[in-house]
């Protein structure tokens, strides 16, 4: 993400608007209202990664030509309160259903994480 620091996301929790996040990314990440970030992303940590990028890079890419800004994406390492995972899952619902869109990075693991 350091490459295309026009890619934003949502915080942790829905709390986590409102207090100082203990997740050494939370610096990537900005506020986000239900309904406005435009893609959940979900992938396998085990997939490839430099694939898994270039399939992010030309989604990021359409999308930008498509609506002429960079996308807000929800992004787990940097969305989810790394010092605190088991209380923001059971938000994960409500972060998936705040997102215009569902994107699947997948590779041979996706389907049997």
Do not use: M
Not at 34 to 57: E, M, V, Y
Not at 61 to 71: C, D, L, M, T
Not at 81 to 104: H, M, R, T, W, Y
């Amino acid at each position: 993400l350091k490459a295309r620091p026009d890619i934003i996301c949502n915080v942790g929790t829905l709390e986590g608007a409102f207090r100082q996040s203990t997740n050494p990314l939370s610096h990537l990440c900005v506020p986000c209202r239900l309904g406005a970030c435009d893609a959940f992303i979900s992938h396998s940590w085990h997939d490839n990664a430099p694939r898994k990028w270039a399939t992010l890079q030309h989604w990021c890419k359409s999308f930008e030509e498509q609506h002429g800004r960079a996308p807000t994406v929800w992004l787990d390492k940097i969305c989810i309160d790394q010092s605190d995972i088991q209380s923001d899952l059971k938000c994960l619902p409500i972060f998936l259903a705040g997102c215009n869109e569902f994107l699947v990075l997948s590779g041979e693991t996706y389907t049997s994480r």
